[in-house]
């Protein structure tokens, strides 16, 4: 059963950081979470099954753009379809926002999220070699994916032909 994504609110700010902080160390703090929550150009979605926190994801939107900034799932959580219900409430949040494109950046060794993205739509639009070194052994390179939102359907799904 896939979890109920509703928006978060700035009290939501302590659970998203301890989350973010288990799944993205070092993670982001919980004021920025909290004025995320309050900023009008960004959204903020919590994924929860039942009382428990099991992901979220936290967009930016400039002019006909968003950028996903962060979007964690709880590890108890992973391989059950919620990393794909958040992708879903964020691509309808996009639809309703009028936006044309989607950006997100991902460690080039990530390759559960690369997964996940190249599921729902995304495309490798460029790379910035080295990117992430902070609590790594070595450094990674960041790609930098691209969602064309023409390849969204009205209820968030994905046009046939688009996923590979």
Known sequence: MDPIIVPAEPADAAALAALSAEALPPGWPAADFAASCADA????????????????????????????????????????????????????????????SVYLEVAEDNGAALGLYARHGFEVAGKRKDYYQAARPAPATALIMRLDMSRVTAHGGWQEGSIR
């Open 41 to 100: 150009n960004r959204a903020v979605f919590k994924a929860m099954d039942g009382a428990a926190l099991a992901g979220f994801v936290v967009l930016q939107f400039a002019a006909d753009e968003a950028e996903i900034l962060s979007i964690a799932v709880a590890m108890e959580m992973r391989r059950r379809g919620t990393g794909s219900a958040i992708m879903r409430a964020a691509a309808g949040t996009c639809r309703e926002r009028a936006v044309s």
